[in-house]
């Protein structure tokens, strides 16, 4: 067995997960010292992010703050696409440079993930920084036997790899027959795919010992991973979409150049919309931005974390809607704890005994093995609403002790999965930060009979208003 090598931890629990590549659920193989290396398909930077992208990207971060939380360190790079079809596509239609599309879609991007609160990954390397380390790669396949010129370009030949629709878990001729029949016949199987596009005008290109042109999208992953995380890594993630061809595809040139590359295959499931994929050319989808308007980013976290990672899912208004009821439940539960914490007999609180006999280590271990088992967030997180309505429930019998460290410990499994910053995520109507903002000017120069009026006008839009030193807090009022 390939992983002979590797030591399986036993530390807080062995964690398992779904590969692709074996579909099946299986222990992750690293060893005991070993930073963990996690790789992902990113963005291609040609527009606006939509519900899907935002999907794929609470997916891995969710997954990367746990497997810190487990103690373990992670490297994680994921790829920004910063030259592609669609991007020189949508450019030349709109008769501006490329670059600056890329440029301006990726702080757009960044800007986004902010919003869902997915921290950026210690690597985002960009496409185009990789063009010579690309063609060193196509020059090494060439070498090789693996790869052919065509009038249009470099194309490798995936025919000669035995294992090639391992992830699809589909063999060659099996694939074969169901290929679309290339445009191209000058092709040795419509299976094979372009390494590099020979230059064509109206595009950008790079000289190249194959002449001018760009690297084929499906080099990009395979150079960057292995230049950032090595030939030999543990984590490989992306879309259910990017499955085949993209990864297959990765993995024909990693093996074909002897690179061991991911020891695992990753897949989330997509958001789909009436039974179908939510995507850009199918024109079925919401950009993030758009959902902010009407919904809270924390509200789609807690949606995902939700749901099964792997499984596709639908978001509809009712859904988010739900999402938000149940993150300001564990906002009402976050702030009565602060009170708790700020009231004058806390200190005495934290001598006295719990009265309910709630073992928390014990739901903390549940917690864990569920996450564990292939990050059932799902489980996961219904554990953690039913431990918040136990710990209310103490709340309101005056066992402070117990409720308080049971709501401590959801409020802070919430906070590792990224629902943070847990008071202050309530989306708020604009209407009312207007009126925020002319209240502190009318307090500032003290007057008090205008900033008690526009205080009613803010409660009239469903706030409670708090006066702190910062100006004016807003709380959502059920
Ligand atoms: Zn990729």
Redesign the pocket.
């Given at each position: 067995m390939l992983f002979c090598d590797y030591v399986w931890i036993y530390g807080v629990g062995v964690i398992k997960l779904f590969d692709t590549a074996i579909s099946d659920t299986v222990p992750m193989v690293f060893s005991p010292d070993e930073t963990i290396g996690m790789?992902?398909?990113?963005a291609t930077v040609y527009g606006p992010p939509h519900v899907g992208h935002g999907r794929f990207a609470l997916v891995y971060d969710i997954l990367w703050r746990y497997l810190e939380y487990s103690g373990y360190k992670v490297i994680f790079a994921s790829?920004v696409?910063d030259i592609d079809d669609k991007i020189i596509d949508r450019a030349n239609r709109e008769g501006r440079s490329w670059r600056s599309l890329a440029a301006e879609s990726e702080e757009q991007w960044w800007r986004n993930m902010e919003l869902l609160n997915v921290r950026k990954p210690h690597h985002t390397p960009h496409a185009t920084d990789y063009i010579d380390q690309m063609i060193e790669s196509i020059v090494k396949l060439e070498e090789k036997g693996y790869a052919y010129r065509l009038d249009d370009g470099v194309y490798m030949e995936v025919g000669r790899l035995s294992s090639y629709g391992l992830l699809a878990h589909q063999n060659l001729d099996t694939l074969r027959s169901g290929a679309r029949v290339s445009v191209d016949q000058s092709k040795h199987s419509p299976l094979d795919f372009a390494l590099w596009k020979a230059a064509k005008p109206g595009e950008p290109t790079w000289g190249s010992p194959f002449g001018a042109g760009r690297p084929g999208?499906?080099t990009?992953?395979?150079v960057m991973?292995s230049s950032l995380l090595g030939d030999d890594f543990v984590l490989h993630g992306?879309g259910l979409d990017?499955c085949f061809p993209?990864?297959e595809n990765?993995r024909a040139q990693a093996q074909a150049l002897s690179i061991n590359f991911a020891r695992h295959w990753i897949h989330n499931g997509l958001v789909e919309v009436g039974g179908q994929k939510m995507s850009k050319s199918l024109g079925n989808y919401i950009t993030l931005e758009e959902m902010f308007h009407e919904h809270n980013p924390s509200a789609y976290r807690l949606l995902v974390l939700q749901s099964s990672y792997r499984s596709p899912i639908e978001v509809t208004a009712d859904l988010m809607n739900d999402a938000e009821k149940a993150l300001e439940r564990i906002n009402a539960l976050s702030r009565r704890l602060d009170d708790i914490q700020n009231s004058t007999s806390y200190d005495d609180l934290q001598l006295s005994e719990a009265m309910s006999g709630i073992d928390i280590d014990e739901k903390r271990h549940n917690f864990v093995n569920m996450m564990d088992d292939d990050f059932n967030t799902s489980s996961a997180t219904a554990l953690l609403f039913t431990s918040l309505r136990q710990a209310n429930t103490l709340l309101d019998h005056h066992d402070v002790v117990s409720g308080y460290r049971l709501g401590k410990f959801v409020v802070e499994a919430f906070i590792m999965l990224g629902i943070g910053n847990l008071a202050s995520t309530e989306a708020i109507d604009p209407k009312a930060l207007a009126i925020v903002e002319a209240r502190d000017a009318a307090r500032l120069s003290r007057d008090f009979a205008k900033a008690d009026e526009l205080k009613s006008q803010i409660e009239l839009l469903g706030y409670r208003v708090e006066d702190s030193t910062d100006g004016t807090k807003l709380r959502k009022i059920n």
């Open positions: 790789y992902v398909c990113g790829n696409t999208w499906h990009e992953c395979v991973a992306g990017l993209h990864h990765e």
